[in-house]
């Protein structure tokens, strides 16, 4: 096939199958797999893994969740697995469907923002149930979650930026390798089966940003997972593979990266860890908004903030292109407003916190809110950093307030603190499981020592789910 | 890729979502063409049903506990209707002598049929909703895969796996009752998840492809009848399959004369369990085979057109699967044997001494002058006498399709191993008569051993 001519510029001329950077990827994920994770890998495992059982929780009773069970009712197998937040069961593919599902539905997980990469969603989809299945220990999850987004990450990263800016749904796409190899080390998969799962895996990726204000979007990760379980147990039970998928001449990266370095996928694994970059979103919307939400609610929280009824004109000072993707001065619904940094704004100056319930449909539409938001108005500054903002209120007796945010909480400058991260998951599973965070930060606190991960599937579902 | 506003202006996934809904009465030809493709691929599926790629896959099903919703063919499993469409797609497309579609190279019949029959018999639907569902579901995967046009497949897609997800979804769709508006749904969401990479080729995850295709079709179409949404242009949107795997999709192509040009009546059925561009060659090897004793034979000289050697020229394959790709072999055994199934490319036959021995005197000679459907055969026999094959258009090609006598053959000839000769018959006579009267329980019935 003609691959000089028909996809632009490589950084690599031209493929070298002997290069083979799926085997020693995987070769590098058994070593890591075999050994305790080092403390700072194994914080940012717990953090991902807390955060994203959040927001697994927070969604659970969604209608994408609810229409993925309704169907696991009908079609699916043995109701062996667990799904956080549900007090029901469904089999390994589709509970790993429903769970990766609402772990993405609100936007809200884990991103790696030098890849836009959400890995927690497919990582915990396909971990959970085959963990608890397995009768795996605490610490056997908890490596298989932590390299399941380290290998996902790291395929991400040898195709970015060109995969993603093409239109694939990278969280998908690579979400399906990050997924067989979180099942496949639950399975105990050796190197050569683990690069057989990938090859299967990566043979099923999926993931177009067509979909993205739709289902869709999140069905990418949780599909992800249930391919990736799907993969693992073919491998397990003698399928066969690629199993050099990734740079292979008609693999992953050639058929979906116009520019790709495949030795981005292995330079340096086990001592550089992308799993350390991965953040936290602090607010339920788009990341650009963040820098201006965070100014707001600081405004709100201060001593003289004279309440919103005493606000004439908010002025929100930020770079041009956070008005160029969320410059929306009036949006109509909850999905809308995530991609409006003048509804964030608003919201944090109204309640003094951003959370889900400020992307209600009713508290966009609320007088109040439409009323505040029709009071903002943007000055862009190309001097600005993109992640700076600032925002500056002009109250009712001709006073002003004024606040700078230099990096928004939860970006890798100025990383959620561990009671922030709580807060925010208490945010999420409060509605959903009353009272029930604190058992859940110890359970993934207590999981690298624990003898099974029970008391985490414990925390994660409601009393009395059938075990 | 260019962006033009006329591209747009097409909604390709609704009006294949509106027309495979309510498809408009099925001309006889095109329905005579949809139960053809239905034969073969049971009979394929059938014939490749205790392979070690299957029994792997259905281990896997298993493991899982799924509920008994449907029918594996040539065995007496039942799994739920995803498993059962996945196993049936891997099998079928497993010896790679299935139904070519020769515009796209597109093998529609795997991904398609064992998705409609999946949720056919699941539903207790009658033969004419399943020969509906087969041909607009082989429709949309082939308009599809026209569309995406040739660097779609050079780029490293393997087309049969990311047009069969959509042509999957198709027939489950209108087999579940889908609203238009579902439909456009079920196939964005099968978009949003068509795949196969070209890497697979020589291992049993290509016709993986064709399992994934079929059981992720049937799981989008079932997902939105409960409630899931997508987008409404999943395969021509801006960010949508056409424009991501392809660098110059036609989306006129897709959707021009839909309902009166039938696409389905130009899918081909392999008589021979290769690469298809060795089957001219086979075709004289077979004819000299008639004429004269192989083993008499000195050199034997095959003409074909170059495209041959590029995909068929392993020179001593080791292993069954080798053989697959050796001109060599396949004019052998098409001498030896006088026909070239999945018996002929075995390892054992591979490694046979008197095939090696055989096609050790096969010579090729290309030639840019003979067409792809085309080759000569000549050699000299022990007296000194010459023999002269031509064969001008290869059994299976446009020109001359295998007829339904041969395609009966073939159908028989894989399923009968299974099924025992008189059963194998029954099973290509209900295909080939299914109608409102045949219930496709009784089809799937046909299709399995006796419990």
Excluded at chain 2, 101 to 122: D, F, K, M, N, Q
Aim: aromatic share 4%; hydrophobic share 45%; glycine share 10%.
């Amino acid at each position: 096939m003609g691959q000089t001519s028909d996809v632009g510029h490589r950084r690599q001329a031209t493929p070298q199958p002997a290069r083979d950077t799926t085997a020693r990827l995987c070769a590098a994920l058994c070593e890591s797999a075999a050994a305790p994770l080092a403390a700072p890998v194994r914080r940012a495992a717990e953090r991902s893994l807390l955060n994203v059982l959040g927001t697994a929780i927070g969604a659970s009773r969604e209608p994408a969740v609810e229409t993925v069970l309704a169907k696991a009712a009908a079609h699916g197998g043995r109701p062996v697995a667990p799904i956080p937040g549900r007090p029901e069961r469904a089999d390994l593919t589709h509970a790993a469907l429903a769970t990766g599902i609402a772990a993405h539905l609100d936007d809200f997980d884990d991103t790696h923002l030098a890849t836009v990469i959400h890995p927690g969603a497919a990582t915990l989809g396909a971990s959970l149930g085959l963990a608890h299945q397995r009768h795996a220990r605490g610490r056997e999850l908890l490596t298989a979650f932590a390299l399941g987004c380290e290998a996902q990450l790291r395929v991400g990263v040898a195709m970015s930026p060109s995969h993603y800016d093409a239109g694939w749904h990278i969280t998908g796409t690579c979400g399906v390798v990050g997924a067989a190899v979180a099942a496949g080390l639950l399975l105990e998969l050796g190197p050569e089966q683990l690069a057989t799962a990938i090859g299967i895996a990566a043979s099923s990726t999926l993931g177009i940003r067509e979909a993205f204000g739709t289902m869709t979007k999140s069905f990418h990760p949780g599909k992800a997972a249930s391919n990736g379980i799907q993969a693992a147990v073919l491998t397990a039970r003698g399928f066969s593979a690629p199993t050099n998928i990734l740079d292979h001449p008609r693999g992953l990266y050639h058929v979906l990266a116009e520019d790709y370095d495949p030795e981005a996928a292995v330079a340096g694994f086990g001592s550089h860890w992308e799993l350390l970059a991965n953040t936290f979103k602090p607010y339920p919307c788009g990341i650009v908004t963040h820098p201006a939400i965070d100014a707001a609610v600081a405004l709100a929280g201060r001593p003289d903030y004279p309440g919103a009824e005493a606000i004439e004109d908010v002025v929100i000072r930020c770079h041009p292109l956070v008005v160029e993707l969320t410059g929306n001065p009036d949006p109509e619904d909850g999905l809308q407003a995530r991609f409006a940094t003048i509804h964030g704004v608003a919201a944090g100056l109204l309640r003094g916190t951003v959370g889900l319930p400020e992307y209600d449909d009713a508290f966009v539409r609320d007088a109040a809110t439409v009323g505040l938001r029709s009071r903002c108005r943007f000055e862009v500054d190309a001097a600005l950093a993109r992640a700076a903002a600032e925002v500056e209120l002009h109250l009712a007796g001709g006073q002003r307030l004024r606040e700078f945010v230099e990096h928004a909480r939860g970006s890798l400058e100025r990383p959620l603190s561990d009671a922030e991260l709580e807060a925010k998951v208490r945010g999420l599973v409060d509605p959903i499981l009353p009272g029930r965070t604190g058992a859940l930060v110890a359970a993934v606190d207590a999981l690298a020592d624990a003898d099974t991960v029970n008391e985490l599937v414990d925390a994660a579902t409601p009393e009395g789910a059938v075990l | 890729m260019t962006e033009t506003a006329t591209d747009t202006a097409i909604d390709v996934t609704r009006q294949l979502a509106d027309f495979s809904v309510a498809p408009p009465a099925l001309p006889d030809d095109v329905a005579h063409a949809g139960r053809r493709t239905i034969a073969n691929t049971l009979g394929l599926a059938v014939g490749a049903c205790d392979e070690p790629a299957t029994r792997v896959a259905l281990g896997a099903a298993r493991w899982f506990e799924p509920p008994e919703q449907a029918g594996v063919l040539g065995r007496t499993e039942r799994l739920n209707v995803e498993w059962t469409a996945l196993v049936n797609g891997l099998a079928a497309h497993l010896e790679d002598f299935d139904d070519t579609h020769l515009a796209t190279v597109i093998h529609p019949g795997a991904a398609v049929v064992p998705a409609a029959l999946a949720v056919a018999e699941w539903l207790d639907a009658d033969g004419q909703r399943l020969l509906e569902a087969t041909v607009v579901g082989v429709e949309v995967a082939l308009r599809v895969g026209l569309g995406l046009s040739s660097s779609h497949f050079d780029r490293g897609w393997h087309i049969s796996g990311t047009c069969g997800h959509v042509g999957a979804a198709a027939a489950a769709g209108l087999l579940l009752g889908l609203t238009a508006e579902q439909q456009a749904s079920a196939l964005s969401l099968a978009a949003a998840q068509a795949s196969g990479l070209l890497a697979a080729l020589g291992t049993v995850t290509k016709p993986l492809h064709l399992g994934k295709a079929a059981a992720n079709g049937v799981e989008a179409a079932l997902l939105v009848a409960h409630g899931f949404t997508a987008p409404e242009r999943g395969i021509e949107g801006r960010r949508g399959l056409a424009r991501l795997a392809s660098r110059d999709p036609d989306f006129t192509t897709m959707v021009a004369g839909l309902g009166q040009h039938w696409e389905t009546c130009a899918n081909a059925f392999k008589p021979y369990a290769c690469g298809i561009v060795a089957h001219p060659a086979i075709d004289a090897a077979i004819e000299l085979g008639r004429q004269v004793d192989p083993d008499a034979l000195d050199v034997i000289v095959a003409r074909v057109n170059p495209v041959v050697l590029d995909v068929m020229g392993v020179r001593d394959p080791t292993d069954g699967l080798q053989s697959k790709f050796s001109v060599y072999h396949a004019v052998a055994v098409g001498l030896h044997d006088g026909t070239a199934g999945p018996a002929q490319f075995t390892d054992a036959q591979a490694t046979d001494p008197r095939i090696r021995a055989l096609r050790e005197r096969v010579r090729v000679n290309l030639d840019a002058g003979i067409r792809r459907d085309e080759a000569r055969l000549s050699a000299r026999d022990g007296a000194g006498t010459a023999h002269e094959i031509h064969v001008p258009h290869a059994t299976g090609s446009a020109d001359r399709p295998l007829t339904d006598a041969q395609l009966r053959d073939k159908v028989t000839s894989l399923a009968a191993p299974v099924l025992g000769e008189a059963r194998a018959l029954a099973l290509w006579d209900c295909a080939l008569s299914l109608s409102a009267a045949v219930p496709v329980r009784d089809l799937v019935a046909a299709a399995r051993p006796h419990d």
